[in-house]
């Protein structure tokens, strides 16, 4: 599998872990290192700072999607097959471009912007 249809399957697979955290049967500790890897993908806090040249943006390439994939690894076959095929569908459905979907990220680009005002006010 070459680089652009890896990461097509790595975008394709991040509805299937949200709703394989939902199940049963994923177990804690991959429940544990998806939400990790939600937050780090939605955290504006990056390990390497993303105005450092070149290294800025390696954390985006390849710590992500280490982290989606050792989740996926970690999710119970069975279960990610299934995720996946009701992920298709809801995004069949047009019910995965649900605009709320960016209301957490917006509260945290907002608390953020709030205390670095307070700081310097």
């Known amino acids: 599998m070459d680089f652009k249809q890896r990461a097509k399957q790595l975008k394709k697979d991040i509805p299937a872990i949200l709703i394989a955290l939902k199940k049963k049967e ?10 990790l890897t939600i937050c780090y993908a939605l955290s504006p806090i990056d390990l390497i700072p993303d105005f450092i040249p070149i290294l800025g943006y390696l954390d985006d390439i390849i710590i ?5 994939a050792v ?10 097959e299934q995720s996946r095929i009701e992920s298709e569908q809801l995004s069949k459905d047009g019910k995965l471009k649900k605009w709320y979907y960016a209301i957490p990220i917006v509260l945290v680009w907002l608390i953020i912007l709030y205390l670095i005002i307070k700081a310097f006010i």
Do not use: D, Q, R, S
Request: glycine share 4%; hydrophobic share 55%; proline share 12%.
């Open 71 to 80: 989740t996926i690894k970690l999710v119970p076959k069975e279960v990610i």
């Open 26 to 35: 994923t177990p804690w500790y991959a429940k544990g290192l998806a939400v």
């Open 64 to 68: 992500l999607p280490f982290m989606i």
